[in-house]
């Protein structure tokens, strides 16, 4: 949008699930807005098959990460000379592994969080800056050899899927699989060919595929999408699963999408299964209209970071206390990023909220303003400065 400002170009901007943003800027004039209201070919909808996870435990119809619901689907498929699409947004064997006796679990030495198990490399992996470390046959802490795999990642998925049904093909899609372009459209290819049955993946798969044998499609953990903690969640929860559902009925086939989650009367679930993309986005738009949050004002966030932490705390004081001269009550902050390490430095944010109709030519001068000042002192040199409008 900002190209076709300077070049005078035109811009069309083409989504079955549009950011909240651009919706409010074609219902109030900004944008002119188009809508197709039928697949293409006249293809049919998927059927959405919510599969409780707490139920499917409770009468033990759940086998590792999957519900009955969603194995019997994938054999209806699979019985058809059709294909399955398994959808788990982490890659990896498993999220992190954990000593049962004392609690203890791999971390990064340079970011703060756990280390990824990759079972293929027996490695374990930051998925922040790339460090890697050989799987732990024994806790370094209490000599434990209860290591234990927590959660699932595609890599897990796909040794699974292969476990269930070994008569089937299984190919995964994910950052592991795909570090080349070649490696990606042989993998593609092969699906897209029928030499593959089902197709293990993160949300690389939900990126405009059309394939014409895909009728089951199967959400593994809804939970992990719907629980992150950012105002746009519900949001980018409800386009990404619409976007992975939109992979299965691409032709006239009956077609089922399961998605498995521990939540099923979460509104945004309950607008998956109806399709309805606008009473999403009437709910959504009239809470961030309540609380203040884009479109209905700008959210800007400066990021400060630095290796030193008390050096980078100070300078995150300094700063916010200078921006609440400039800005008063519209200033949130400082905390910790978060992702509070990372590649060996610390991270601090400040959020400053500005509400529509106020004018950010204004806004923009006096941040400008405080960035100077903190340049200007020598106290804080070591600290970088890096701001973002509306891009949480």
Aim: aromatic share 8%; with cysteine; glycine share 6%.
């Amino acid at each position: 949008v900002v190209m076709s400002r300077i070049y005078g170009a035109k811009v069309v901007l083409g989504s079955a699930t549009p950011s909240l943003e651009s919706l409010y800027n074609a219902t109030t004039g900004k944008y002119a807005y188009v809508e197709l209201t039928e697949r293409w070919g006249e293809a049919v909808l998927p059927e959405v098959i919510i599969s409780d996870t707490i139920r499917a435990v409770k009468r033990n119809e759940r086998k590792t990460h999957f519900n009955l619901e969603l194995l019997q689907n994938i054999n209806r498929s699979l019985s058809a000379g059709e294909q399955a699409i398994l959808f788990q947004n982490r890659r990896g064997y498993a999220p992190y592994i954990q000593c049962r006796t004392c609690g203890y679990s791999p971390r990064c030495p340079h970011c703060n969080v756990t280390l990824t198990q990759h079972k293929a490399t027996s490695r374990m992996e930051c998925h922040y800056c790339g460090y890697t470390t050989p799987d732990p046959r024994f806790c370094p802490d209490c000599k434990s050899s209860q290591l234990l795999a927590m959660g699932f990642g595609t890599e897990k998925v796909e040794e699974e899927v292969t476990r269930l049904f070994p008569d089937a093909r299984v190919e995964r899609l994910d950052g592991d699989t795909t570090s080349s372009e070649s490696a990606f459209k042989r993998i593609v290819h092969r699906f897209e060919e029928h030499q593959t049955d089902i197709l293990v993946g993160t949300q690389i798969l939900t990126k405009g595929f059309d394939f014409e044998g895909v009728t089951t499609v199967g959400i593994l953990n809804a939970d992990n999408l719907l629980s992150a903690p950012d105002f746009r969640a519900s949001e980018r929860a409800y386009q990404l699963m619409m976007q992975v559902a939109g992979r299965a009925g691409r032709r006239n086939k009956h077609s089922r999408v399961v998605i498995q989650t521990s939540q099923p009367n979460h509104p945004i679930i309950k607008y998956v299964v109806a399709g309805d993309y606008h009473a999403m986005a009437r709910a959504e738009l009239c809470e961030r209209e309540a609380f203040g949050y884009p479109p209905y004002s700008h959210l800007i966030r400066l990021t400060l970071r630095c290796r030193d932490y008390e050096q980078l705390r100070y300078a995150a004081h300094y700063t916010a206390n200078i921006m609440r001269r400039k800005f008063g009550s519209r200033v949130m902050g400082p905390v910790a990023a978060s992702r509070e390490m990372l590649r060996g430095e610390y991270y601090a944010e400040i959020a400053l909220k500005i509400e529509s109709g106020a004018s950010m030519k204004r806004a923009r001068t006096l941040l400008n303003e405080v960035v100077e000042t903190l340049k200007a002192n020598r106290e804080y040199k070591a600290v970088t400065i890096s701001i973002d409008v509306d891009a949480w």
